[in-house]
């Protein structure tokens, strides 16, 4: 998984062990890349600053170039390769269009937009292996040495 790269809700990526075919067998995401909601990535090499749309399944050792696009609910089958600087779609992918030089520069500005979202997210989050529960308890059995010291007077 490349730096700036974001994953959004209940997309998977899975690798194989091995594979059969001699396809690669491992799951690679460059960086700057946007992998849509609901996207599942099978053994797949994903190129820097590519945008999956929400929907897309890759399938055993199909590669996207980098700066591609994949349009919602494309199916990449096994082995399938698109080209970078590209603009693919449908069930299976075929090529529809090269992108624009205007679309091109726009996609590092949505990597970017969805790593400051994710970053405002973790701020209000607590952070992992934080010892906050202890405190909580803390002040829990406090209360209730005071509650019990209370009832007795």
């Known amino acids: 998984m490349g730096a700036g790269s974001t994953v959004l809700d209940r997309a998977v990526l899975?690798?194989?062990?091995?594979?059969?075919?001699?396809?690669?067998?491992s799951t690679v995401v460059g960086k700057g890349v946007t992998v849509?909601?609901?996207?599942?990535?099978?053994s797949a090499t994903v190129g820097d600053g590519s945008v999956l749309g929400d929907g897309c399944i890759l399938m055993e050792g199909s590669v996207v170039g980098p700066a591609a696009v994949l349009a919602p609910g494309t199916?990449?089958?096994?082995?399938?390769a698109v080209?970078?600087?590209?603009?693919?779609a449908g069930v299976p992918a075929s090529?529809?269009?090269?992108?624009?030089?205007?679309?091109?520069?726009?996609?590092?500005?949505?990597a970017a937009g969805y790593a400051r979202l994710a970053?405002?997210?973790?701020?209000?989050?607590?952070?992992?292996?934080?010892?906050?529960y202890v405190d909580a308890e803390r002040v829990r059995a406090l209360l209730a040495e005071a509650a019990a010291k209370a009832a007795r007077k």
């Open 14 to 25: 899975h690798a194989a062990r091995s594979s059969p075919t001699g396809l690669p067998a």
């Open 36 to 42: 849509g909601e609901r996207c599942l990535l099978r």
């Open 75 to 80: 199916v990449l089958p096994p082995g399938r």
């Open 83 to 88: 080209p970078g600087g590209e603009l693919w």
């Open 95 to 110: 090529h529809v269009r090269p992108l624009t030089p205007d679309e091109k520069a726009a996609l590092p500005a949505l």
């Open 119 to 132: 970053a405002g997210a973790a701020a209000e989050e607590l952070p992992m292996g934080g010892f906050q």
